[in-house]
């Protein structure tokens, strides 16, 4: 899960950051429009989170260049203007969801994960292959009703596997989706988690298994 804050208050933006990553979803964070402009073009987002006031410009520009473009992430507007006007305008100009400052950070996860719920989002509620169920919610993975444990990174993994079961995800789809644009890949590469989540899931007999496709990526499927 790929999360993109736009947001100038550096203060603001960190605290947001870090309530998305304890919730599991990773966030890229820019203060300018020019930036997040650019990134867009280069990296897929699951959702945008945007602020309206912003030093180069205003909000709803980047909202309704990314409708124009073809853009269909979800976009929750972040903002301390509480007029109702503003609303009307944002959610017409293709916002998905407005939150007012200040917010609970509880309530901003909610939002996201409620966005990301929705039809053809990218957060269902529970995936389930062989004997395995995930609850991509409480982020708990089960075979036969007992709990796998899971470090972040495996769980990401897994959940981007299963939401393309039987299909091939390519390693750098996977790079992309778990890795900051800032901080760039931890010191266990993909292969790494791959082979401790195989470990695992084989441990637990999940009933699936997890392919290797060389030098393109991954395919997880049920065992026959």
Partial sequence: MRLLVIEDERELAGLMCEALER?????DCFGEIGAAE?????VHYDAILLDLSLPDGRGETLLLNHRRNG???PVLIVTATDAVHSRIECLNLGADDYLVKPFDSGELVARVRALLRRPGGALGVTLVLGKLSFDTIARDVTAAGASIPL???ELEVLEHLMRRAGRVVPKDLLEVKLYDADTGPDSNPIPVHVHNLRRKLEHHETGIEIHTIRGVGYLVSERQ
Avoid at 38 to 42: A, D, E, R, Y
């Fill in 38 to 42: 650019h990134v867009l073009q280069n």
């Fill in 23 to 27: 919730a599991g979803m990773h966030s």
């Fill in 151 to 153: 470090s972040r990174r």
């Fill in 71 to 73: 853009g269909s992430a």
